[in-house]
T-cell receptor, first 113, second 114 residues
């Protein structure tokens, strides 16, 4: 069975510092990995995804994520955090055509001014 | 291009009442989904429709029914609401139910059942 873990419920970072939001997954087969962001009282917005190829994926709003197959991880990163990055972040995984997403429980990011 | 729209935005029901949540997408997507979001549990799939004319159960289908009215619209019905169905409901769509296909989400419906 597929599963996704986001080991930190909450991440706090100072504005201007680099941020990392962690995600690990467990699947049988090759994964497709996604990051979504949810701002208060809004739906989920797509940030980036890993399909195949380069392990470093660049996405919207300056975010990037690194796929590490040996560690089964897909951590979200940004070199310099903004207060406006404060939101709830979800990692999701899917395997093969015709399968559904499995979402992690979410990590709340707070960027402090 | 509105993307995925949902109505209503908020709803309060009494136990036993029924209601239908509406969802529409204008991206010509084949696949549509209904999720519920509860604190600390991420999103859980209630039902999905891989293509027009088909619907299938997801992880938590009990107490819900769906209708894929046409390619654009996918509704979720609660026949007899229960307090355990208090949640935020999201509709999503994707081009296909494919491995790398991105899902796009609506703004959500916040439902409270008293």
């Amino acid at each position: 069975a597929q599963s996704v873990a986001q080991p930190e419920d909450q991440v706090n970072v100072a504005e201007g510092n680099p941020l990392t939001v962690k995600c690990t997954y467990s699947v049988s087969g090759n994964p497709y990995l996604f990051w979504y962001v949810q701002y208060p009282n809004r739906g989920l917005q797509f940030l980036l995804k890993y399909i195949t190829g380069d392990n470093l994926v660049k996405g919207s709003y300056g975010f990037e994520a690194e796929f590490n197959k040996s560690q089964t991880s897909f951590h979200l990163k940004k070199p310099s955090a903004l207060v406006s990055d404060s939101a709830l972040y979800f990692c999701a995984v899917r395997v093969d055509y015709g399968q559904n997403f499995v979402f992690g429980p979410g990590t709340r990011l707070s960027v402090l001014p | 291009n509105a993307g995925v729209t949902q109505t209503p935005k908020f709803q309060v029901l009494k136990t036993g009442q029924s209601m239908t949540l509406q969802c529409a997408q204008d991206m010509n997507h084949n696949s549509m989904y209904w999720y519920r979001q509860d604190p600390g549990m991420g999103l859980r799939l209630i039902y999905y429709s891989a293509s027009e004319g088909t619907t299938d159960k997801g992880e938590v289908p009990n107490g819900y029914n769906v209708s894929r009215l046409n390619k654009r619209e996918f509704s979720l019905r609660l026949e007899s609401a229960a307090p355990s169905q208090t949640s935020v409901y999201f509709c999503a769509s994707s081009a296909y139910r494919g491995g790398s296909d991105t899902q796009y989400f609506g703004p959500g419906t916040r439902l409270t059942v008293l």
